[in-house]
């Protein structure tokens, strides 16, 4: 949706430049107005209610919004901002594959559950802010960079986003065998299947053991995706397993491909069978 509306913003300054830029200052005028509001709204609790009055975040908000209905005016840009109709995210999801939206603001998260039938469910996710999804990519990326130093501060990061985010969604989505994720921001940075937790026996349990998951930009993306996939002929497919014999998880991997991909489009060469004459 975020590209959809980028290109209509190019698109909208080819057809009316003055108009494009004035969305453009609303957007920005928008954003400050908001942070304003939510560091004014993080003060001390006075004892005595106070009424609110009109502020400056409704009068700007006005602002935004009229600008935008003057864009949606124009017929080829009446679908500008316009979120998607349930009908059409519902379609994206499946029976036995829920969609699954996932939101982290400044106080906190939420992951929104849409299922082939029947209405959305919201669930929330208070420990999800984004200054701590910002701490968790950029540890990660650390972890990363020097794989045996940074094994703990991988392992807090799943314990982190099984705590806050996946256990909820996992109890939303008890009995599904696959679900698909949409998440927005820093969240599609993050590998949330990854998300685990430890077993009273000490060994680790993660969400991927539960739920097959994917990912999708937006429930159009994953629609489009389906029907590619649908036309698109399977290639075959040569699996090379442990030549070196250094690799003890290697076989498993190959017993989980030949579970995968019917047999005809598989050729596993394992231990010595691995070289370049094969």
């Known amino acids: 949706a975020l590209e959809r509306n980028q ?85 994206a999801a499946r029976a036995e594959e829920p969609l699954i939206y996932l939101v982290a603001t400044d106080l906190g998260g939420v992951a929104i559950v849409v299922h082939s039938v029947g209405l959305p469910e919201s669930i929330r996710l208070p420990d999800l802010r984004l200054a701590d999804v910002s701490r968790r990519v950029d540890l990660l990326r650390g972890s990363t960079a020097d794989p045996e130093d940074g094994m703990d501060e991988y392992e807090a990061i799943t314990e982190w986003m099984w705590e806050s985010i996946m256990r909820d969604v996992l109890g939303a989505i008890r009995g599904s065998s696959s679900a698909a ?30 739920v097959t998951f994917r990912y999708a930009l937006n429930a159009r993306a994953l629609s489009a995706s389906r029907k590619v996939a649908f036309r698109t002929r399977p290639l075959p497919v040569l699996a090379v397993e442990n030549p070196a014999g250094d690799l003890p998880g290697a076989h498993f991997e190959g017993v989980a491909l030949a579970e995968t991909i019917p047999a005809a489009g598989l050729t596993v060469l394992s231990g010595e069978q691995a070289d370049a004459a094969s």
Not at 24 to 38: C, D, F, G, S
Not at 183 to 205: D, E, M, Y
């Open 7 to 91: 290109l209509d913003l190019r698109e909208l300054a080819k057809a009316d430049l003055t108009l494009a830029r004035e969305f453009e200052a609303a957007v920005t005028a928008l954003a400050r107005a908001e942070r304003n509001a939510l560091a004014a709204g993080s003060g001390p609790v006075t004892a005595q209610p106070v009424r609110p009055e009109p502020t400056a975040l409704t009068d700007v908000r006005k602002s935004f919004d009229q600008v935008v209905q003057r864009i949606q005016a124009i017929p080829e840009f009446d679908g500008f901002l316009r979120f998607p109709e349930l009908a059409r995210v519902r379609a």
């Open 181 to 210: 994720l949409v998440p927005t921001g820093l969240l599609g940075l993050l590998p949330l299947h990854a998300a685990g937790t430890r077993t009273p026996s000490g060994q680790w349990w993660f969400a991927l053991d539960d």
